[in-house]
């Protein structure tokens, strides 16, 4: 636990230097994240049946990402949940890209996996949107915001024009009040 702390604050204090325009520190943190990345995408890769040759694109796009996004990084917050989630989103679009089916991929990942056929793909849009509509306007931006869009709290709650724990709240609870109304759909 102490050694992930440390790691964290190592890999935020670089983040802060290289926003501030510190050019090594930024470096530094590139080539400390490409470690990371790395682990993170053969693992996952390697359960979903797919080559390790995909690793290594998929580190650049999430690096190019980090990098391009990186305006949007909050230095109050945490830096490995935002870098994770930028390569959680760059692994599901190189599967959904790739033609993978959630048949390739582990069950705690399966969920992640939009379906690649089109057809399917609009009916669980149509759905989506039909359990979405159920909900209060501000309940269903916020989710629509941070989970759909992936925008951060911050910009979710800017658009939204409420304040960041108010829109954590809404999607929190749309999120419990979605999986309710699942589950009563479901009983029928």
């Not at 490995?80 to 760059?90: E, F, G, L, M, Q």
């Not at 159920?134 to 910009?155: C, H, M, N």
Request: charged letters at 25%; hydrophobic letters at 40%.
């Amino acid at each position: 636990m102490k050694t992930e702390n440390a790691k964290e604050a190592s890999l935020r204090t670089l983040m802060i230097a290289g926003l501030g325009g510190d050019g090594a520190a930024y470096r530094a943190l590139l080539s400390e994240l490409s470690g990371h990345l790395r682990a993170y995408y053969r693992g996952r890769l390697v359960r979903a049946g797919r080559g390790m040759e995909e690793t290594e694109d998929l580190v650049q796009e999430a690096l190019m990402a980090v990098h391009t996004r990186r305006h949007t990084y909050d230095p109050t917050q945490l830096l490995t949940p935002w870098v994770y989630a930028i390569a959680r989103y760059k692994l599901i679009d190189h599967l959904r890209q790739n033609q993978s089916t959630v048949t390739n991929v582990p069950i705690e990942d399966a969920s992640e996996i939009i379906a690649a056929d089109s057809a399917q793909a609009m009916e669980s849009n149509l759905d989506l949107n039909k359990l979405l509509a159920k909900l209060p306007d501000k309940v269903r931006l916020a989710i629509q915001y941070v989970k759909i869009e992936g925008l951060s709290v911050v910009e979710a709650a800017a658009r939204c024009g409420i304040s960041e724990s108010a829109t954590k709240m809404n999607v929190h609870r749309g999120l419990k009040q979605l999986s309710s109304v699942i589950s009563q759909e479901k009983a029928k």
